[in-house]
């Protein structure tokens, strides 16, 4: 990523996410474009993507992202504040954006800063991120039909 030498401002990129706010809760409100996001997000994510590199960790990041919000407009996890599903919404929107701080068109460039977005957000949701990982643990190891009785 550091190739380009484009390195995206940092009070730019709070601005971005502060303005992708208001967009994004209009997409979780909607359960069909919500789905439509996933599905761009998804389709551009495994165009970008290759296994292993140095982007492992941001790529396994995104799809977390992608994941909770998925499981978020299910109604399967709910355990997440207002403004942190907002802030998951706001990534996912600027990362499958074709017009942004720089233009996807942009050769690398363009795709820096979808990545400094996503890592900035990342970076403020780390500790919730755990906790969404801790709770898809515990589904794949809950036994199907079994249901926690939480007293």
């Given at each position: 990523m550091t190739?380009?030498?484009?390195?995206p401002d940092p009070e730019r990129v709070a601005k971005a996410v502060e303005r992708s706010?208001?967009?994004?809760e209009q997409y979780i409100r909607d359960p069909e474009k919500s789905k439509e996001l996933l599905d761009k997000a998804y389709s551009k994510t495994n165009t970008y993507e290759?296994?292993?590199?140095?982007?492992?960790e941001f790529w396994r990041d995104l799809k977390t992202l992608m994941r909770m919000l998925k499981a978020y407009t299910r109604h399967e996890y709910t355990h997440v504040a207002w403004g942190t599903i907002v802030l998951v919404v706001a990534a996912i929107i600027y990362f499958v954006s074709p017009i942004d701080l720089m233009p996807d068109w942009i050769p690398l460039a363009g795709?820096?800063?979808?990545?400094a977005i996503t890592v900035f957000v990342i970076s403020q949701l780390r500790a919730e991120l755990a906790k969404f990982s801790?709770?898809?643990?515990?589904?794949?190891?809950?036994?199907?039909g079994e249901?926690?009785?939480d007293l």
């Amino acid at each position: 990523m550091t190739t380009s030498g484009y390195t995206p401002d940092p009070e730019r990129v709070a601005k971005a996410v502060e303005r992708s706010k208001t967009r994004a809760e209009q997409y979780i409100r909607d359960p069909e474009k919500s789905k439509e996001l996933l599905d761009k997000a998804y389709s551009k994510t495994n165009t970008y993507e290759k296994s292993g590199g140095p982007l492992t960790e941001f790529w396994r990041d995104l799809k977390t992202l992608m994941r909770m919000l998925k499981a978020y407009t299910r109604h399967e996890y709910t355990h997440v504040a207002w403004g942190t599903i907002v802030l998951v919404v706001a990534a996912i929107i600027y990362f499958v954006s074709p017009i942004d701080l720089m233009p996807d068109w942009i050769p690398l460039a363009g795709f820096v800063d979808d990545a400094a977005i996503t890592v900035f957000v990342i970076s403020q949701l780390r500790a919730e991120l755990a906790k969404f990982s801790r709770w898809e643990n515990e589904q794949i190891a809950k036994p199907a039909g079994e249901e926690i009785i939480d007293l």
